[in-house]
C-alpha cells in the first residue's frame, strides 16, 4: 500500500511563497511518477504539475507556468511543489498523486492510482 503524506500548506498573503512538501512510502519511489494536483470550492480537482520517474521532465499546468515549481528527491522519497508569487486564485487544497504505471508525467487525474490527503493553501489579497 503506497502512502502519501502531505505537509507545507497555510495562509500567505498575494504575492508571497510556500513550499509543499509530500512524502512517500510503501512504493519503489523511483519506479513512480509524481503529480500536484488542487480543488478549490465548489470547483473540480485539476492538473497543477507532474514529474518523471528521474525527475528530468516537468510538466504544468498553464495557470502556473513561471511561478510554481515541482522536484523530487528519489533517496528521500519526498516530491515538492515551490509556489511563488502566490495569487488569490490558488486558494485550494493541494494534493500530491503517484502514478505507479507512468514514465513521463500525466496531467489527467484517472491516471493517478493514490492520493494523499490534502493540504490548504489560502492566499490574502
Known amino acids: 500500500q503506497v502512502q502519501l503524506v502531505e505537509s507545507g500548506g497555510g495562509m500567505v498573503q498575494a504575492g508571497g511563497s510556500l513550499r509543499l512538501s509530500c512524502a512517500v512510502s510503501g512504493s519503489t519511489f523511483d519506479d513512480v511518477v509524481m503529480g500536484w494536483f488542487r480543488q478549490a470550492a465548489g470547483k473540480e480537482r485539476e492538473f497543477v504539475a507532474s514529474?518523471?520517474?528521474?525527475?528530468?521532465?516537468?510538466n504544468y499546468a498553464d495557470s502556473v507556468k513561471g511561478r510554481f515549481t515541482i522536484s523530487r528527491d528519489n533517496v528521500k522519497n519526498l516530491v515538492e511543489l515551490e509556489m511563488n508569487s502566490l495569487k488569490p486564485e490558488d486558494t485550494a487544497v493541494y494534493y500530491c498523486?503517484?502514478?505507479?504505471?507512468?514514465?513521463?508525467?500525466?496531467?489527467?487525474?484517472?491516471?493517478?492510482?493514490?492520493w494523499g490527503q490534502g493540504t490548504q493553501v489560502t492566499v490574502s489579497s
Open positions: 514529474i518523471s520517474r528521474t525527475g528530468v521532465i516537468k
Open positions: 498523486a503517484a502514478d505507479l504505471g507512468g514514465i513521463y508525467g500525466s496531467s489527467s487525474y484517472g491516471d493517478y492510482d493514490y
